[in-house]
């Protein structure tokens, strides 16, 4: 299986900075990608960013030229900045898995979630 650890959110002010973590454990071999998703209040869980093996990157459209995400092995990063109240949310760690031989079997992996705050 493969564990995802979050840490980094907080409370911080509009237009101000946090940065993510997420350390991917267990059977990282198995890994295609690594993302990040978040659900506001509310509402259902969307993705914000997602970085392949390859470092090739998506971003959700409101976050573009504001959000950075980066891969350092089985750790990635997400460098928010300008935040805005609508960032608000719980942002979760995901991995992509490969859908064959062993990986196949591995339930899809989610971190615990870390609470981002943007105040107004």
């Known amino acids: 299986q493969v564990q995802l650890v979050e840490s980094g959110g907080g409370l911080v002010q509009a237009g101000g900075s946090l940065r993510l973590s997420c350390a991917a454990s267990?059977?990282?071999?198995?890994?295609?990608?690594l993302g990040w998703y978040r659900q506001a209040p509310g509402q259902e869980r969307e993705p914000v960013a997602s970085?392949?093996?390859?470092?090739s990157t998506t971003y959700e459209q409101s976050v573009k030229g504001r959000f950075t995400i980066s891969r350092d092995k089985n750790t990635v990063y997400l460098q928010m900045n300008s935040l805005k109240p609508e960032d608000t949310a719980l942002y979760y760690c995901?991995?992509?898995?490969?859908?064959?031989?062993?990986?196949?079997?591995?339930?899809?992996?989610w971190g615990q979630g870390t609470l981002v705050t943007v105040s107004s």
């Open positions: 995901n991995a992509v898995t490969l859908k064959r031989g062993y990986c196949s079997t591995i339930p899809e992996p």
């Open positions: 267990g059977d990282t071999s198995c890994i295609t990608a």
């Open positions: 970085v392949t093996s390859a470092t």
